[in-house]
């Protein structure tokens, strides 16, 4: 039996996107890196031979030294294990490992096919630039009599440019398993009659464009037979909550029915919520109060408004009031229907003798 990880796109040392605070951000950071560490743990543990990274391993060009320390000691204290490395968009110049004494057990994938041989399964990955992009697909490297794994990374699609990896080419070639990176969230579909191809995300969601399950896919060959699972791995997940609160006039109510769609989530998670729905122009929507309502429940929590005002215009078309004044002149202007809904909410708090949140 020989076992095999597939991962991608970990993304060592980028910036988090979702406005946390610094030391969020440093402990997001940090749990990342942990979780590359966890998973050379779990490889030693569970007799896994090879560890596929395919692609975006860093994020940029800038990546710590102490980044690179932690990655090089947990590959030698794992030296059973095998780490294939293919270079993604993310780190194709990041010369992370230049100077550096690579274990002999860290292997690469470069701009020409390269194969790695183990017990019943061959791995071969090329790196897609400029100079390979239409060549590749003439010479894919097959083993007869074993499982093949063939590693890229990139977006599917149906042409041969540096950006796509062309799947209709890549179909009666022999490839049990397409081992792809670049795309974060888990996907599998069908390559040819033999084989398929597998996305398998990241090991942990850096935005709330990342939402869901994160982790890795385990391979298993047996006797010629090929059997994979994803396994999940993140320390903490992201979820995105849509929130209703239509008719919905008190930051209380609306603060309750955040609580409620929230129920069950973690409280090491991270939490976006979407507040949607009409909205009467009197209500007092306080964002910035939701958010320090439901902060303390997470480990981070953003709140968005994604609300309409459901306002009847012709509930306000004989106002002689103040208010119908305003909301008049408001929805006569030639302000967009975003903007309009900000004057009018802003306005009408003002009005009330409301606190305005900003």
Same mark, same amino acid.
């Given at each position: 039996? =020989?076992?095999?990880?597939?991962?991608?796109?970990?993304?060592? !040392?980028?910036?988090?996107?979702?406005? %946390?605070?610094?030391?969020?951000?440093? =402990?997001?950071? =940090?749990?990342?890196?942990?979780?590359?560490?966890?998973?050379?743990?779990?490889?030693?543990?569970?007799?896994?031979?090879?560890?596929?990274?395919?692609?975006?391993?860093?994020?940029?060009?800038?990546?710590?030294?102490?980044?690179?320390?932690?990655?090089?000691?947990?590959?030698?204290?794992?030296?059973?294990?095998?780490?294939?490395?293919?270079?993604?968009?993310?780190?194709?110049?990041?010369?992370?490992?230049?100077?550096?004494?690579?274990?002999?057990?860290?292997?690469?994938?470069?701009?020409?096919?390269?194969?790695?041989?183990? !017990?019943?399964?061959?791995?071969?990955?090329?790196?897609?630039?400029?100079? /390979?992009?239409?060549?590749?697909?003439?010479?894919?490297?097959?083993?007869?009599?074993?499982?093949?794994?063939?590693?890229?990374?990139?977006?599917?699609? $149906?042409?041969?440019?540096?950006?796509?990896?062309?799947?209709?080419?890549?179909?009666?070639?022999?490839?049990?398993?397409?081992?792809?990176?670049?795309?974060?969230?888990?996907? @599998?579909?069908?390559?040819?009659? @033999?084989?398929?191809?597998?996305?398998?995300?990241?090991?942990?969601?850096?935005?709330?464009?990342?939402?869901?399950?994160?982790?890795?896919?385990?391979? =298993?060959?047996?006797?010629?037979?090929?059997?994979?699972?994803?396994?999940?791995?993140?320390?903490?997940?992201?979820?995105?909550?849509?929130?209703?609160?239509?008719?919905?006039?008190?930051? $209380?109510?609306?603060?309750?029915? %955040?609580?409620?769609?929230?129920?069950?989530?973690?409280?090491?998670? %991270?939490?976006?919520?979407?507040?949607?729905?009409?909205?009467?122009?009197?209500? /007092?929507?306080?964002?910035?109060?939701?958010?320090?309502?439901?902060?303390?429940?997470?480990?981070?929590?953003?709140?968005?408004?994604?609300?309409?005002?459901?306002?009847?215009?012709?509930?306000?078309?004989?106002?002689?009031?103040?208010?119908?004044?305003?909301?008049?002149?408001?929805?006569?202007?030639?302000?967009?229907?975003?903007?309009?809904?900000?004057?009018?909410?802003?306005? %009408?708090?003002?009005?009330?003798?409301? @606190?305005?949140?900003?």
């Amino acid at each position: 039996m =020989t076992k095999i990880i597939h991962c991608a796109d970990l993304h060592l !040392d980028s910036p988090m996107e979702t406005h %946390m605070s610094e030391e969020q951000a440093s =402990t997001r950071n =940090t749990e990342i890196i942990h979780s590359f560490l966890r998973l050379t743990e779990y490889a030693a543990k569970n007799d896994v031979r090879a560890v596929i990274l395919a692609g975006d391993m860093f994020d940029g060009e800038r990546v710590k030294v102490r980044t690179i320390d932690e990655i090089l000691d947990a590959v030698r204290r794992t030296p059973n294990v095998d780490y294939l490395y293919l270079t993604g968009n993310h780190d194709d110049t990041t010369y992370a490992f230049a100077d550096h004494d690579v274990p002999t057990n860290s292997k690469l994938f470069g701009k020409e096919w390269a194969t790695y041989e183990y !017990d019943g399964v061959a791995i071969s990955g090329i790196e897609i630039c400029e100079a /390979n992009a239409h060549s590749l697909y003439l010479n894919i490297p097959h083993k007869n009599g074993v499982i093949n794994i063939v590693t890229l990374h990139g977006q599917v699609g $149906s042409s041969a440019d540096v950006d796509e990896i062309n799947l209709s080419l890549l179909k009666n070639k022999g490839i049990n398993y397409l081992a792809l990176g670049h795309i974060h969230t888990y996907s @599998e579909q069908p390559l040819d009659s @033999e084989g398929i191809y597998c996305y398998s995300g990241c090991l942990e969601g850096r935005g709330f464009d990342e939402c869901g399950p994160k982790g890795f896919v385990l391979l =298993t060959v047996e006797s010629g037979h090929l059997e994979h699972e994803f396994v999940p791995f993140s320390c903490r997940q992201l979820h995105r909550i849509p929130v209703d609160i239509s008719g919905l006039t008190k930051n $209380s109510e609306i603060g309750q029915k %955040m609580k409620a769609a929230a129920q069950g989530i973690p409280s090491e998670d %991270m939490v976006e919520f979407l507040l949607s729905g009409g909205v009467d122009p009197t209500a /007092n929507l306080a964002v910035s109060y939701l958010q320090n309502l439901v902060k303390r429940d997470f480990f981070f929590v953003k709140v968005k408004d994604q609300t309409h005002l459901a306002i009847n215009p012709e509930d306000y078309k004989h106002d002689i009031s103040l208010k119908g004044e305003f909301i008049r002149l408001v929805l006569d202007s030639d302000a967009s229907e975003e903007d309009k809904a900000a004057i009018i909410r802003t306005g %009408m708090q003002a009005l009330m003798g409301e @606190e305005i949140t900003l």
